[in-house]
């Protein structure tokens, strides 16, 4: 993961090299952690670093299934709003029996799915807004699979800035030190290298 996104030449490469650079930030930011540590909630808030990848893979496949519906809506969920929202709660939780590489796993495989719709999908093609969700707009009949792509890139940025923030209460790492070290380059002289086990 380079510290800026590549050039781009269309809207097409923009979309998916921006929707591939945000999410390659998840990688990044959970390199070295053990469970243990991408379970914990060091910050003020309970997200977790595994919670957070967690919901981000999750997000995915619910708006990405929308992309890939277009222009007739995914399968209608048949549990009932409580079920549903109490599954969306448990999107941000990593459970004891889960792990990071775990998570990891299926994120990479969200991610590539994801990615192959940007290149594929028609963008211009209607996206039916659901009508029976109380926080999606009563207004507007339906986005645009442009739209959809721009929303998940949005909700990738968001949440890899919740997930630095949770990353440098546990050890202190940031980003540019994380992505020095998952790719295997040092930036001496501008900030301390970090590694895993603690030793510059």
Same mark, same amino acid.
């Not at 999750?58 to 992309?67: E, F, G, I, K, N």
């Not at 792509?149 to 800035?161: A, F």
């Given at each position: 993961m380079p510290a800026l996104a590549s050039p781009v030449a269309d809207e097409r490469s923009a979309l998916r090299e921006y929707l591939a650079f945000h999410q390659s930030a998840f990688f990044a930011?959970?390199?070295? *952690?053990t469970d243990e540590q991408a379970r914990s909630s060091p910050s003020a808030s309970d997200l977790s670093i595994g919670?957070?990848?967690?919901?981000?893979?999750?997000m995915q496949r619910t708006w990405m299934s929308r992309v890939a519906a277009a222009p007739d809506a995914p399968p209608r969920d048949p549990r009932s709003f409580d079920e549903i929202a109490r599954d969306f709660a448990d999107q941000h939780v990593m459970t004891a029996d889960e792990t990071l590489d775990g998570l990891l796993e299926k994120f990479e495989a969200e991610c590539a799915?994801? *990615?192959?719709l940007a290149e594929t999908a028609d963008l211009d093609a209607k996206v039916p807004v659901p009508q029976d969700i109380p926080w999606f707009p009563k207004g507007i009949k339906d986005w645009s699979v442009r739209w959809v792509i721009l929303h998940v890139i949005n909700e990738l940025t968001r949440h890899s800035g919740h997930a630095d923030i949770?990353?440098?209460?546990?050890?202190g790492?940031?980003?540019?030190?994380?992505?020095?070290?998952?790719?295997?380059?040092?930036?001496?002289?501008?900030?301390q290298p970090w590694r895993p086990d603690g030793e510059s």
């Amino acid at each position: 993961m380079p510290a800026l996104a590549s050039p781009v030449a269309d809207e097409r490469s923009a979309l998916r090299e921006y929707l591939a650079f945000h999410q390659s930030a998840f990688f990044a930011v959970a390199y070295g *952690l053990t469970d243990e540590q991408a379970r914990s909630s060091p910050s003020a808030s309970d997200l977790s670093i595994g919670g957070l990848i967690k919901h981000v893979t999750a997000m995915q496949r619910t708006w990405m299934s929308r992309v890939a519906a277009a222009p007739d809506a995914p399968p209608r969920d048949p549990r009932s709003f409580d079920e549903i929202a109490r599954d969306f709660a448990d999107q941000h939780v990593m459970t004891a029996d889960e792990t990071l590489d775990g998570l990891l796993e299926k994120f990479e495989a969200e991610c590539a799915n994801s *990615l192959r719709l940007a290149e594929t999908a028609d963008l211009d093609a209607k996206v039916p807004v659901p009508q029976d969700i109380p926080w999606f707009p009563k207004g507007i009949k339906d986005w645009s699979v442009r739209w959809v792509i721009l929303h998940v890139i949005n909700e990738l940025t968001r949440h890899s800035g919740h997930a630095d923030i949770v990353r440098e209460s546990i050890d202190g790492a940031t980003m540019y030190e994380l992505v020095a070290a998952l790719e295997g380059w040092s930036i001496d002289g501008w900030v301390q290298p970090w590694r895993p086990d603690g030793e510059s």
